[in-house]
């Protein structure tokens, strides 16, 4: 073999020995990076594990009131696989965001709650003040006009509380005569629904005469 030819080959082998060894040290130095990165990844800081656990705790409190908002679990499950990812930031405002909704639903549980206690005080107390007292009845009176008066009941169908608080001087529901002086009793919102439920569903009746739907009313209540 001639000098230069040998020359030609030595140096092609030595260019091709430094490439093999350039790629060979650049896969490992990724495959380094790789490892190292992997190592770094140690999950969830103890900050991101509490907040994604008072967010929970929180979330279960709306729940067993029955005021879970429709996505709070589903960011809770969405900052945990954050926490996984070892993205902790975005963990961490996730489970902040799904316990903030855990606490505004439970006020939302109160305040509704609050609500619906004046709501009923409130009726209670118009009961009070619009149904008690008596009432002398005059000529031309029913005990259907007397109920619909806004001083009584404001409702007529409401009738049938007045015909039970007096029945010892009621003989008819439909025959009172004027001088006679009725007891006007105070109704709670469940006796006003059975006495309009009769009044509208009273059937036939006869002046003078005590209907057989009138007694069982009585009967009902008593």
């Given amino acids: 073999m001639k000098t230069k030819q040998f020359l ?5 082998a030595a260019v091709t020995a430094g490439f093999a060894a350039g790629c060979t040290s650049d896969s490992s130095e990724t495959m380094e990076a790789t ?10 800081t103890p900050e991101v594990k509490n907040a994604i ?9 709306a729940r067993n009131l ?4 429709r996505d709070t679990a589903k960011i809770i499950d969405s900052a945990e696989r954050a926490a996984e990812e070892c993205d902790n930031a975005r963990a961490k405002t996730l489970a902040d965001k799904a316990e903030q909704q855990a606490s505004d639903a439970i006020a939302q549980f109160h305040a509704d709650q609050e609500m619906q206690q004046m709501e009923e005080t ?7 003040s619009m149904s008690a007292g008596s ?3 005059v000529s031309g009176d029913n005990l259907w006009s007397i109920a619909g008066q806004d001083s009584i009941y404001g409702n007529p169908y409401e009738w049938p509380l007045i015909y039970k608080a007096n029945s010892l001087q009621i003989k008819d529901a439909d025959l009172i005569f004027p001088g006679q002086n009725f007891n006007i009793p105070q109704a709670t919102s469940s006796e006003s629904a059975a006495a309009i439920e009769h009044a509208k569903n009273r059937g036939a009746w006869t002046l003078g005469e005590t209907e057989a739907s009138d007694l069982d009313y009585l009967s009902r209540l008593e």
Avoid: P
């Avoid at 190292?36 to 140690?42: F, Q, R, V």
């Avoid at 409130?122 to 009070?128: D, I, K, L, P, V």
């Fill in 8 to 12: 030609k080959i030595a140096a092609i």
């Fill in 35 to 44: 490892t190292m990165a992997e190592e770094e990844c140690m999950g969830a």
């Fill in 53 to 61: 656990y008072a967010a929970k705790l929180k979330n279960a409190r």
């Fill in 66 to 69: 029955g005021f879970e908002w």
């Fill in 122 to 128: 409130q009726e209670s107390m118009g009961a009070s």
């Fill in 135 to 137: 009432y002398m009845v």
